[in-house]
Every structure is written in structure tokens, then in C-alpha cells.
């Protein structure tokens, strides 16, 4: 190889959108990557996501080519149900300790799906935040990678069951896989740990965790979804009815100095995407956005500007203060300022739908001086040795395409450390 | 046959497909039918075992192997060996999973797709990198903070840069500001610009050539090879780089368009730049008198959020604004500053920004929309503003008004220049009629792209990046933020998008990586994003071309230039790999080592079409690789079902359909043939931007093609659908299935 092709090797931390940028980036530039991620699957937070905003096009679009990319690529090692628990040493020279989580089902697996025919337990699936079940043994997705059955520990009746083990006619199945660490050496390590919704519980008076038909942003993104638990339909969550009045909440906890102080960036227009598939599927509902203030910036305007195209969707200056249900019909009241309709307002509404914020996710690495964050939990650009860098949401709330940007840039600063 | 490729052939069981199967009739087609000596199946070819048997296969000489497994994307890397074709039959998802056990319709399929398979391997070739000398150095042209970065980050990477910067200095705009809104915790304080220091650092780079005072007046070649001509004062140097960023920067947008803002009216309305400016200079005072401004009203969006003006955002006056607020107090301790918005825009951690000026009781915000400035009182002047949040109607009395005005970018459209000179080069040329109006029509329509040349491209299609909207060049936008329309061409910062500093900073590096990248997969002769590792070219038999220019005109990457004659020039660099200038080609002169008119034709034609009386119906389908092959993939995984008539074949992209496989399958006696590639339009999806709004304009060819055959219409059907909608297009086959159904058998089958 001529010139100053790049040899080095990188830890990426985070398998989402971001890590995965870093990954294929720096690696068709010439390094070696070590990716970790948590979950059983790539993708993280877009895997989950029905559409972007502004072309209302699906996430798994960009992910199909980014994981075509990645499988194609013989330099990157990927590791899901991992977690990095330590790192010593300097820039060009760390050495990384990594946990793997015991999956029960190893590299034999065909995702022939034999075993989840057999299988006797469920569990509530945290990919669809709870809306439906899935076997004890699953595929978190049907276009997930890897392709690859994953046993869930917790409910897994294990040895005294083993019916899966059976049903397997590829020896995939180890029950008694136990957690094991590895040591790796690499010149570089990105940050790219993502974000969490905000726990929307947490919050007074907006009645989430209490009434069912009072969702999250999250959630609506499963509803929406045609592989989600409604198949895409979106219906109300206590009794599947149809929806013909919706409330979106906006800084459901952000910008508040008693929950998130910070603002999420991305709500607004997601909310402004979320009213669009309520559309799609009910041409007469009537729609509310209440709002402290619409941040669409740059082009993503024209989006906020076709939106209020639309005579059913009502956008409203002003903060809500209160949801309460009405236990007869399990519609909610939303009681919201109205600045401009004068003093306040109280909507009766059959779903509300919580613009919760992005929290970054909790980095429990062990690093040399520790990670710097700022108030809000995210982790600074500038960290305390150049070869720790930091991608995508775990440094500021983003949308998608800020996150693949940063990451691109990332990559390079990663692959200096490794010269 | 002893000169035939060397071709082995597997049948994986395992994962129902032997359940489903008669699996000794799928291995008559490769032995008796096509006369393959190796045909091995196995319960579980993805194990060691399966593996070892093949690799051995590879090692005694099998130059290429097909595998009648699952998909291709699954068992990548299980699936890959050095130095062998492989071709992947996908029995799984696109046969057993979603098509009735033990029947002979489903036989059939997995028998048809064996045999595309098969005749796929035999006609492919490995392809060879195309290698070339490679001049790996970043030009990077322009000096702002974005073009600063990307000069930076490339040579710390050890990457040798060129600079090119119009003006004498560098820095840009961050020689004009005061300070930057805060970029690290607690997110209050204006920070230094470092302007200085950065300009240093560039200027002292062993690694950075600096051209200051110098435009580019050409740029022709392609990634690697690119022979750039700058002008520095009266000479010109040149000299060859490998990869381009574009970081031109923005410019303000004309505030003398805001005359009912008054500006121009009074010269105590400036503009946020101006004020700048101002803030730099000790006490703020009035331009009319030189008297301290004791008031001071900034009028956010002024020209921006306007369907009249700017109707997008420029994301960053908002926190402009609230950073001068603060700038005002602190140099006029008595001055009000009032704020006039009309959504006040501090994503992220900027939201402590914001608080922080809020806590400031002597600056006063407030949503509402300003209907006028007018001058009062000799120095001063009054804004009316409407819909605010204490009264329906205020006035506000300031002694200088701060209009927060937007970004417009430094770019050129290439496309449209190369239009308006194509429509003069008519108009000059003595065109009469119709196509003269149109070409006097385009002339005024375009006038302003007069003279904007930046990079002055000798590319065909023009000599700069092609726009995507209000002039920001183009880019895919989501996913791929640096997929754009020339290789080896990023764009970067206020130029891509308007931007704060540190997004510029990010982009900046970002967008270097993308040109190094691009260098070190060229100097390997491999495609770069999305085809990655992709190391075919498209060859051209030149001695047939009839200097149609379809392909030049068609090329969605500006590949090709042409000669005086119209003949293609082709510029492999410049490929994408996409396939669209086969798909174009009238006389069938462009190939791809793997990817070709006769590969393709003879997978078509693989297929056995039953006769008439069997009624048995076969339907084709050309599906792009990227999102409807993955959404039919996706459909046999969730064991859903559709007619078992209709034979897929994975395209590049929809627009690399060349219409000679159409006729082939009509010919073949196919019943009806179904095209499926992705979203065309504003919000296209399409990886290489035009494939799908290509085939609609194809189609009319197509439609023609019907109607000499005296063929039905309804025969052909395009439909485009994304990755996620695969009950959709569980429906669309279906449905198809049933229409050609209803239209009857094709006359030519048989024949």
C-alpha cells in the first residue's frame, strides 16, 4: 500500500448510528476497528425509529447500506453484548478490557427460527418499549444484525427447560455460556454511547406511567412502525380504538430547570414528522402541538412550513400544565397556556403524546482521569487525552444527520492518534 | 466445455429448504441440465463442514461458485473466498419462506433461480482494479474557519494540503467577530474566536501550502488526478491534487432587500454583521451622530423564515443576537436591549446560553411579528410589532435597530451554468421556432448564474457541484451527508448548510475524511461510498458508440466528459459503479466485468417459461439491490406469501435497466415484467439519484417497444417503494400477478 494509507486500530463504544459511522469511515480509510455494542443488534436508537424527518424516509434504508458496508469490510470486529468496563494507557497505545454478555446462542445460528417454535416463556420486548412479547428466545427485529438469535437470560427457564437446545439443528444453543472478558489494543477510543429518552415518568402532572393513553415520542415511533407491535397502526393503547383527537406535549420535561435543563433539538421536528403519520392515517383528526418555541433550523424550515399547511393541525403557543383522564372514556384533558387564544385552554384529546428529551446515555468506563461532562450528563469534545474522542449524542442531543457529520469527522481525529 | 469457466455448484438443506424441496430435481439443473460437474448439498452449508467443502472446491481450481442457500445478506463473510466468483441463489427468503412447501409452483422457482444463478457465474468475471497513479493531496478551497479545519485535519493525519483562499488572508469571517456564543461548559460566556492562533497554526503547517489572493480557474481530471490552474495575480500555477473540499463559506444575505425594515432608510439600522463590527470598537454607539446607544432592537428572522426572502432558517442568528445582547450591556451598562422573535432557536446545551440572557432583566424578548421601522424623532426609530406575548400590538422606540439577517451560501449551481450556456451556445447557434423561445426562456431564467464559477470544473455537466435547494449544493442529506453528486467533491460548512462554528468544525472534518478516503480507495482502483470495495469499471467499445450522449447526459456523477464528436470520455475515478450509463446505452456498448447487457440477458433467459397451455404464467421482476431486494428478503422472513410466477433479478440501480432486457424477456415469452426501484422526486431515495425518474423517462421508450409488438400496456408496470414497505409490495406482486392474469398469456411465448 502506497502513501500514508492508515493502519492503526480504533475502539468504537456504541453500535448505533454514530459508532457505526466511525466504524465504516475510519475503517475504508484503512484501520482496524473493535466495535462494542450493548444490545444484541446494531442500529440502537434509529433501529427503532419508523421515519426521518424532513423525507419522511425509513431509517433502514441508510442503515441496509451502512451494514452492506460494514459486513463487506474484513477489518472491522464487531461485538454486541459487550460493554468496555476499562481503559488504561495513552493515545496510539490503550489497552481495553471487554465484557461479553452471554447471548446462549452462538455463531451456528441460521435464525431458521426452529427454536422460538418450541420455546415456553415470553417476555415483554423492550424493542417495542413493551407493547408486545416476544419468546424467551428471539430476533430482535426481522432485518437485525447479526442475524442471530438471542436468549434472554432473565426469563430463560435455562437447562430444566432446553427445548430450544433440541429443536436446534445446528448446535446454536449453549445454555451455560457464562460472561467473559477480553483484553484489546487499540491507538484510539470514540465515545459514541448515544442517548436514552427521557424517563417521561419522572414528570409531574403529565400523567405518563399512570394513564395508558398517555405515550411518549419513543413509542410512537414503535406505533408507527410496520414492523412495530400495531404493525404500524396506530391506535389508542388502552382498547386499540381509533384516534380522532391527539395532543403532542413539546419540552415534556426539557428546557425545565426541575427536569431537563437542556433543550433535545430534535423534538419539534419530530413531533412535526409525528403528526404526519397520524395524517396518513386519519385524514380528519384533529391535531395539537403545544410549544415553548418551533426550533427547525436550516432547510428543516420548509418541513415546519408544509406542516402548517394542514387546516387539522393546530399548533399552540403555549406550555401545558396538567393532564388528567377522564375514567369513563379514558380520553384526556390537557389543560395548556394559549397565548395568543387568550389565558388557557383545557382539550379533551383520545391520545397524548410526550416530546420527551434526549438524556445521553450512562458511560460506565473506567478511563485514565476519568471523562469530563458537562451539566447535563454529555460528555465533552475535548476529553482529557486526544486519543478519547467523542461521536454523535453522547456529546450533544443531534438528529441524524449531525450525528453521521460528526461521526465522519471523528473518525479522522481517532485515526491521527493511530499514525 | 473444457474451456468453460470452472464452475461449483451447492445446495444448502438446512433451514426448511429441504422440507420444501425436491432437492434431488434442483440438482439435475446444475449436472444434467447444465452440464456442471460439481453439485454438492449439504444440511447446513454455512457450518465448518460446509465451508471446508468448498473452500477445498476453490483450492482444486473452481473459478466460480454458486450457492443455493439464503440470501446474500446473510452468511457474508462465511460466504466469501479469495479469488473465486460467488453468486449467491437465495432458496431461503425468496423461495421456501414465503412460498407453499412441496409444490410444484415452488419447485419450479427454486429451480428457475438455480439457474439464473448458474448462468450469472458463467458469464461473470472477477473484476480487475483498474490502477492508475494516485496524487493523494487535499485541495481544500477556502479559508474560513471550515476550510482552516479541513487543512488541519487532513495533515494531522499526515496528508499533504493545498489552501487556496480568494482574499489576502486567511480566517474569513472569524476576523470580523468579536467572540463566538459558548461552545463548552456552563454554556454562558461569549468565548474568544482564536482566530488568530488558528491562522498560525495553518500558516506554519509543514504539511499546508497556503494560496492567498488566488481564484481557480480550472480544474479538470478526477479524483487522484485532478490538474488544478489557480490565478495569483497575474500568474498562473498548477499543480495536481487528489480530492477536493469545497468550504466557500456564506455571505449575508442583501439587507438592502429589507427597505420595509428600513434599512437603507436609516443609517441606524444595520445588519448583525455590521453590528459586529461595532461591538469591536469600545461604547456602541448610533452611525448617525456617534451618540452611545442607549436602546436597541434586534429584529430576528429579518429576511429569513420569509417565503419573500430567505424562507429557511440560517440556524445560528438567534444565539447572535442573544451573544450581542450581551456584548451591548456589557459595553453600554445603561442600555435596553429588546429582542423581537418569532421562535427563539438555542438547541442543546446553547438553552443554558439562553437562560443566561434571560436572567437579564435590561434585555427584553419577545415573540412577536415586527410590521414595520420607521424613523422618529430625527435619530430614532420606532418598530411595530403584533402578536407579541404581553399585548396584541407594542411599539418599541430604539436608538439603533440590529436586523438579524441570514446565510447565503458562496456556491455555484453547476448544473444551471451549464444549462444557461447550453441555451445561449442555441440561441447563438441560429435555433428557430419552439426550442428558440425555450432557450431565451431559460437565458433569463438562469441570467444570474452569470459569472459564479468556483471551481470551474471541466466537467460536462458543468463546472461546479450541482444545487440541491436555495443553492446549498447537494447532498443526500440524511444518511449520507457527504454523498454527493462528483467524486472526490465535499462540500463543507456555511456553504453546505447554514451552520454555527462548531458544526463548521465538525462538517470541516468530516468532509476530510471523506477526501482521504476517496484518495486511498482510488489509489486501490475500489468504488467509494455507497459501492465500497466495488473494483469493476464500466468498459466502452467505443468503435460502436454513435455519439448519442445519452450516457453523457444520463451519468448521475458527471463521469464522462466528451470529445467535439459527443463520444464518451470516460473518467473511472469519477464512477460510482452505479450502472446507469449501461442502462442508458441504445447500442449496448457498455459493460461492467460482472455486470453487463449479456450477463444480465442471459439470466433472464435462464429462465424455462412454460407454455401457454400449462398455464403457468412468468413474470419478471428487476428489483433494485438496495431497498427492494432487502424488502423481499424481509417479507420471507416474516413467512408471508406471494405468486410464485414471478422471477427476481437484483439490479445496481433501477436506472442501470437497460431496455434490451425487456424486449429479451418479452421475447422469452415473460407474461409481464415489474420494474421496482426507489422514491424519485424532492425527497428522493434513490443511492444514486436519478435511477428511478430515469426509468419513467425509459418508460416511454418501453411503452413504445409494447406498442410495435402490439403488446399491452399494463404488461409493464414501474413502481417504486422504499426498504420498510414490504406488505406493500407484498401487494404490488400480487396484484401485478392477478392484472397479467387478466391480460392473458403473451403471444410470443413460444415462439
Redesign the interface.
Known sequence: MSGNGKQGKILVIGGGISGITVAIEAAEAGCSIVLVEKNAYLGGRVAQSNKYFPKLCPPMCGLEISLRRLRANGRIQCHTLAEVEKIVGEPGNYRATIKHYPRHVNENCTACGACVDVCPVERSNVFNYGLDKTKAIYLPFEAVYPQRFVIDGGVCEGTSCSKCVEACQYNAVDLEEKPRTEEVEVGAVVFATGWQPYDAAQIENLGFGQYSNVITNSIMERLAAANGPTEGRITRPSDGKEIDSVAFVQCAGSRDENYLKHCSGVCCLASLKQATYIREQYPETQIFIFYIDVRAPGRLEDFYAARQEDEKLSIVKGKVAKIEEDPATQDLVVEAEDVFGGGRVSQRVNLVVLATGIVPSEVGVDVPNGLIRDEHGFLVAEQNQPGLLVAGCAKRPVDVSACMRDATGTALKALQNCV | MGEEKRIATYICR???IDKSLDIEALRNVATNDSGIEICRDH??L??PEGIETIKKDVNEGAEAVVIAA?SP?????AFTFDKCFTERVNLREHVVWCHEPNNEDTQMLAEDYFRIGIARARKAKRPEPHLEE?N?TILVVGGGITGMTAAL??A????QVTLVEKEEHLGGWLTKFTSLFPK????RDPQPTQCQEMVAEVEGHERIHVIKGAAIEKISGQPGQFDVSVKVGSKTVTFRIGAIIQATGWKPYDATKLSHLCYGRSPNVITNVQMEELAGNGTITRPSDGQPAKSVAFIQCAGS?DAEHL?????VCCRTSLKQAIHIRERNPDAQVYILYK??????????FY?RVQENTDIFLT?GDVIGVEPIDGDRLRVDVE?T?IEPHIQVDADLVVLATGMVPVAADGEAIRALKSARELIAQGEEGAKLDAAKETVVKLAHHEGTEILNLDYRQGPDLPAL??D?PDSH??????ETRRTGIYAAGCMR???DTD?C??????????A??C???S??GAAV??R??DRSIPDFFMQRCTQCKRCTMECPFGTLNEDAEGTPQPNPFRCRRCGICLGSCPERIVNFADYSIEILSSMIKAVEVPDEDEEKPRLLGLICE??AY?AL??IG??RLRYSPYIRFIPVRCLGSVNVVWISDALSRGYDGILLIG??SGD?Y?C?FIRGSELMGTRGENIQEKLEQLVLESERIRVEEI??????RLQQIIDEFAEQIDEVGPNPFKGL
Not at chain 2, 422504499?722 to 406488505?727: Q, T, V
Open positions: 438446512g433451514c426448511d444440511p447446513w454455512c457450518g439464503c445478506r446473510a452468511m457474508t463473510a494516485v493523494k485535519e487532513a494531522r493525519a499526515g496528508y463548552r461548559p456552563p454554556y423564515r424562507p429557511y432558517c440560517s440556524a421562535d427563539i432557536r438555542s438547541p442543546g446545551q446553547y438553552e443554558d437562560r415573540k402578536n406575548l435547494k436555495y446549498f442529506f440524511i444518511c449520507f451527508p457527504y448548510a447554514p451552520n458544526a468544525r465538525e462538517d470541516a472534518a468530516g468532509a476530510a475524511m471523506k482521504i478516503q484518495v486511498e480507495l489509489s486501490q461510498h455507497p465500497w470495495e438496495n431497498d432487502p428478503d424481509t422472513i416474516k426507489c422514491k425527497d431515495q443511492h422504499s426498504i420498510s414497505e414490504y406488505g
